[in-house]
């Protein structure tokens, strides 16, 4: 794999951001605390709607995140409904999602009930606020019906799903779409999907996911067990896509007819293996014991994906900063900054500086 950066690109805007109303959420979860540390960063004036955090430790408390928190399920539309006319945001950010493969298949009536109930509960609930121009919903790269092919997806290709996570988020797409055609787009409210995953970064404390998992084992001087080592995807600094998320939103405030899917993530020849990943971050972390599986322990997963990033590249001006090893890096360093005991949110907010300087 070359393991080259793509330089420059879009970045946002925070003359836009400052005093803008956003309403953000997930906000407890791990890209969703980063998001709100930034969107803080930028001026915003953030709203959280999230359960409470689910891992011990988190980001969003160690990093002391100042967003007005409230703690709600999304299944809850009375409540929900009641926040949002509340807040009145002129932006909303929907991250909040049941969001990993393998707890899926232990609760499939609560992953769906979450990812497309808890979604079609925020829309309606948009449709009674006047104050909101943008909505922007996270979905995931695993919305494709996955063939695994050797081609990367486009945004026009079937959504599907095998897994209940991967189906409810494609469902998910639908109920978005409709609302966007059937109620919001008459109203002026641009809304627009994102598709990106297999995000790393520092303050992923969540199980079943690759860096965490190495990070628990290997500061406990514990083995790594890896299931698919050689399941490939396209790997990204949390920084990537919530930089995406937070351009996509300036522009579709500006341009409505944006209002559409969009696929973000590395450049679509540069999915790695589980492997490669783990190779790179036991380099950079120092140590690590690892046992790696023969791909077929546990529940179906996809064993290829990669996504086509182009449209974003041409209609928004978004490209990857950092390579992937110098993503892996960060993320093993930050990790190892904070087991030292260095202040959390003063690592996060170095890291959003040093990516916004990045040429």
Known sequence: MEDLAVMGGARPNRSFWTGKSVLLTGHTGFKGAWLAIWLRQLGATVTGVSLAPETRPNLFTLARTDAESHILDIRDGVRLAETVQAAQPEIVLHLAAQALVRPSYQDPLGTFATNVLGTA????????TPSTRVVLAVTTDKVYRNLEHAFPYRETDHLGGHDPYSASKAAAEIVIASYRDSFLRERGVAVATARAGNVIGGGDWSTDRLLPDAV?????????????????????????????????????WSDPSLSDAFNFGPVSNDAASVRQVIDIARASYGRGEVEYGDGTEGPHEAGWLALETAKARHMLGIEPRWS????????????????????VRTLCEAEIRDYEAQP
């Open 121 to 128: 509960n925020l829309l309606d609930a948009v449709r009674s």
């Open 216 to 252: 628990r084992a290997w500061q406990s001087g514990d083995v790594l067990h890896v299931r698919r080592p050689e399941a490939r995807r396209p790997w990204q600094h949390v920084l990537e896509p919530l930089c995406a998320y937070l351009v996509l939103a300036e522009r579709l």
């Open 324 to 343: 992937l090893a110098e993503a892996v890096d960060r993320t093993m360093k930050w990790y190892r900054a904070q087991d030292d005991n260095a202040d």
